[in-house]
């Protein structure tokens, strides 16, 4: 399995920025998806996290509000849009799948994306947030 994440760039406070994930070696379908996010000096975070199926999904306090996470199965793909971006959202933004064995056994979307517990992670893309 690979994925790359793509979209990021330089926007100032208050501005849009959608973040894309694409990859190869897997079916979107039978994934949850998630993105993370790693400021400098800080621990990565869980950012938002979707099921296999769509219904469900988590959003991190900080985001919640601005960001909505999305996937299309069909294209293998999965989406973070950032509203409102402010100067904390400044880091490098990974996407990530878990499989199955992660969430088939019931496990909360909640409980792997603060947990940061994912299966494949892709390379990252920086978001930079100026006053």
């Known amino acids: 399995v690979q994925l790359q994440a793509s979209g990021g760039g330089l926007t100032q406070a208050g501005g849009s920025v959608r973040l894309s994930c694409t990859g190869s070696g897997f079916t979107l379908d039978d994934y949850a998806i998630g993105w993370f996010r790693q400021a400098p000096g800080k621990e990565r975070e869980g950012v938002s996290c979707m099921s296999a199926s769509g219904v469900v999904s988590y959003y991190a306090d900080s985001v919640k509000g601005r960001f909505t996470i999305s996937r299309d199965n069909a294209n293998n793909m999965l989406y973070l849009q950032m509203n409102n971006l402010e100067n904390e959202d400044t880091a490098v933004y990974y996407c990530?799948?878990?499989?199955?064995?992660?969430?088939?056994?019931?496990?909360?979307?909640?409980?792997?994306?603060?947990?940061?517990?994912?299966?494949?992670w892709g390379g990252g893309t920086l978001v930079t947030v100026s006053s």
């Open positions: 990530a799948l878990a499989g199955s064995r992660l969430y088939g056994g019931g496990a909360p979307i909640a409980h792997l994306c603060k947990n940061s517990v994912m299966d494949y």
